[in-house]
């Protein structure tokens, strides 16, 4: 697991862009966190690495956003996920292994369908909701993941092998 603490909304956009660079087509990102934790600016971040030229913000009804970047990006929130069906409805499968890279807010409703291979970032609120604790937990076999990519000046960084 890497951890990098993030001091501000921007730090946090950063990290995403970072990650967004290096994303490739069938990548999926799992994000777990609490209201406000900022997985929704970390996705932004994403979004601009990706090079998506929208403004993104939350798919709070429709449970699912697209942009068009230098791959789709498919932007999943399942916060009113009540059932698994919705998403089965939605078609799921064609995002989580189609044209583009998928990142999902409230991830654990879903984890029964999360392919093994994907990357998994947990936010947690720090320093009295000062700061932002970023989990990495990386895949196996992705080495384009290492943490230069993802470490700025500001970040601290831990590493072990457990997920
Ligand atoms: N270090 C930080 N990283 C990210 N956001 C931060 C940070 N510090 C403060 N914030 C603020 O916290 C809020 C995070 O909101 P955001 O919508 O990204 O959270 P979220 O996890 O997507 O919430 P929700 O569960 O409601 O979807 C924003 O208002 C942002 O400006
Ligand atoms: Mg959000």
Redesign the pocket.
């Known amino acids: 697991m890497n951890i990098l603490i ?4 921007l ?2 956009i950063n990290i995403g862009k970072r990650l967004g660079k290096v994303l490739k087509k069938g990548d999926i990102i799992a ?1 777990v ?12 971040g994403i979004a601009a690495g990706l090079e998506v030229k929208d403004y993104v913000r ?1 798919p ?1 009804f429709t449970l699912i956003n697209e942009y068009q970047g230098r791959i789709p990006l498919y932007h999943f ?1 399942l ?1 009113r996920l009540s059932c698994l069906t919705d998403l089965e409805e939605l078609g799921w499968e064609e995002y989580f292994y189609g044209e583009g890279a998928t990142i999902i ?2 991830a654990q409703k879903c984890k029964e369908l999360l392919p093994q291979n994907h990357l998994r970032i947990e ?1 947690k609120v720090v320093d009295k ?4 604790q970023i989990n990495i937990f990386l895949p196996e076999d992705r080495n384009r993941w290492a943490m230069p990519t993802l470490q700025g000046n500001y970040a601290k960084s831990q590493r072990n092998s457990s997920r």
């Open positions: 993030s001091k501000s909304a730090q946090t994000l966190g609490d209201l406000g934790s900022g997985k929704t600016t970390l996705t932004s939350s709070t929130d916060y807010e409230w936010l909701g000062k700061s932002r």
